[in-house]
């Protein structure tokens, strides 16, 4: 029986954003009756993110696929392609990639796009090293591509909303469209993540919980409106109908 769709949905982050823990989230709320694959780049001999997903309780996919010759976006392109191919012509419904902290958004995006397939994607942003990511020039690159960007790494001891606005006026001026979560263990949803990430049939409103959190502080528009200047964005998605 022909698959009804293949999704691809990438996670970008520099090292120690959370982006192998954000994943295993993820997964486990991939519905029942859609298959999945993974593929993991990690530069060097033992790919330990990999490993990770492959023993994590909730993964019951077979398609763990590590990739350690190089960077994906530039030096491992072809291995690349050959995984997508590999992954598209199994049959799954959904891939995952989770590329090394140092791959640049654009390259990654480049070679999927140029692949023949569509990508979502989610940035993740550590708050505590959010000004070294930056001057490292790779965060830029992957908050460009980026359909969601997530906050993670918040101390319990601080304000949350008042976390998320220091960091948003660190960053780039971020488009319009691009709506931003926090990424917090324990209180995040990620079954509508995933759901913002993977689909276009139904609308949801996006952005919604964090714009609720920080749109008090100094601010009295109407949630409805969009692109305000915090840079928070209540977009509607179209997402799939369940």
């Known amino acids: 029986m022909e698959r009804e769709s293949f999704e691809v949905i990438s996670v970008l982050g520099p090292l120690g954003s959370g982006k192998t823990t954000t994943l295993n989230s993820l997964i486990e709320k991939v519905p029942l009756g859609d298959s999945y694959a993974v593929v993991v780049n990690d530069v060097g001999e033992n790919n330990i993110d990999a490993r990770r997903i492959w023993d994590h309780p909730a993964n019951r996919s077979e398609k763990i696929i590590p990739l350690t010759a190089g960077c994906i976006g530039c030096s491992d392109v072809t291995q690349f392609r050959e995984a997508l191919k590999q992954v598209y012509d199994s049959g799954v419904n959904v891939l995952f990639i989770e590329p090394t902290g140092i791959a640049p958004g654009n390259e990654i995006a480049d070679v999927v796009r140029s692949s023949g397939f569509d990508l979502s994607i989610l940035t993740l942003v550590n708050t505590q090293t959010v000004m070294r990511d930056l001057r490292w020039q790779v965060l830029p690159s992957q908050l460009a591509v980026a359909d969601i960007v997530g906050i993670t790494h918040i101390p319990n001891e601080r304000d949350e909303a008042e976390v998320v606005e220091q960091v948003l006026e660190q960053l780039p001026t971020l488009p319009a469209e691009v709506s931003v979560e926090l990424i917090k263990p324990g209180s ?16 949801l409103r996006l952005g919604h919980h964090i714009t609720a959190d920080v749109c008090h502080i100094g601010c009295d528009h109407d949630h409805g409106d969009h692109g305000r200047s915090h840079g928070i964005s209540a977009k509607s998605f179209r997402l799939k109908d369940s």
């Open 188 to 203: 995040t949803n990620y079954f509508e993540i995933l759901a913002k990430l993977r689909g276009v049939d139904r609308q």
